[in-house]
């Protein structure tokens, strides 16, 4: 299990991770041990190798001392320098860290950064996908007493999070649902009409992709519980899947585990009707909802 679910810094990992990347290449192409660049900039070996994984924030100071020590030229060394910035800013959703836990925010900035997000949902409809009366039902119902206000800023994030699929050039989104996620009366009969309109909606988008697991169909994905794969661009990060829990979330980027649930993921969209019936069968299930609000 990767220590990336319980990163607490600001800034984007995934800059982290590719300007950490980088800098190891630097270092191993001059010979250089961890120890050495460590002392040349008054830290340990233990903090190069968390700098090099992308573990922990960036001073530009350090980055510009190390680049000079692993011999780059003046010229060369801007972009870098850039990239030691960027990695730095804080993402927009730092500014909810008040109201989610660190290893949550973490997940924001991998979701930000993915090429690909792939979900199996049992319970609810994806994040990314829900509308905005659904999503506060769904935050009330799983954090009773909450005052109005945190629901409001909690709601504001989760609404946040879809910009990433109407922005330029945004990731693909794949999710496999459960149709008992479409008959879970979430909020009453006017909110889960909504949101059914919204996602034959979304079905239309380019880049997203949406399944429905049918009521008696074959097993499938027997995974017990939600997850979700996320694939980068860059080639140095791998796969991550994520599995959230009541008080805390796995994030699990071992090959072996990746390739389990990535066979998963398969199964289940093979157990799936194809995507290409979702709209009927959403429209279907909307046309059973017809009737007074509940």
């Known amino acids: 299990m990767t220590a990336l679910g319980t990163d607490g810094g600001t800034g984007s990992l995934v800059l982290r991770i590719r300007l950490g990347a980088q800098l190891r290449h630097l270092r191993k192409r001059r010979e250089i041990t961890r120890e050495a660049a ?88 994806p994040g990314l996908l829900q509308t905005g009366d659904y999503a506060r039902a769904v935050i009330a119902r799983g954090h009773a007493g909450l005052p109005a206000t945190e629901i409001d800023r909690r709601l504001a994030l989760r609404l946040g999070r879809q910009r990433v699929l109407h922005r330029a050039n945004p990731p693909q989104f794949w999710t496999v649902m459960d149709e008992t996620v479409l008959r879970r009366p979430v909020g009453g009969r006017a909110v889960m009409r909504g949101q059914l309109e919204a996602l034959i909606k979304a079905a239309d988008l380019p880049n997203v992709r949406i399944q429905v697991a049918p009521l008696g169909a074959a097993s499938h994905a027997h995974a017990g519980l939600p997850f979700a794969i996320l694939r980068f661009a860059e080639p140095e990060l791998s796969d991550i899947v994520y599995i959230e829990q009541l008080t805390s979330a796995l994030y699990l980027d071992k090959p072996n585990d990746v390739d389990h649930y990535f066979e998963t993921m398969e199964r289940a969209c093979v157990a799936a009707e194809p995507p290409d019936r979702t709209p009927a069968m959403l429209r279907a299930i909307l046309d059973e909802t017809a009737g007074p609000a509940g």
């Open 38 to 125: 460590g002392w040349e900039i008054r830290a340990s070996e233990s903090k190069i190798s968390r700098m090099e994984l992308g573990r922990v924030p960036f001073k530009e100071r350090d980055v510009a001392d190390l680049l000079a020590f692993y011999g780059v030229p003046e010229d060369e060394r801007d972009d870098l320098l850039t990239l030691a910035r960027q990695a730095s800013t804080p993402g927009w959703w730092q500014e909810f860290a008040d109201v989610v836990p660190p290893w949550f925010l973490a997940y924001l900035g991998l979701e930000e950064a993915a090429a690909l997000i792939r979900s199996y949902e049992v319970h609810f409809v």
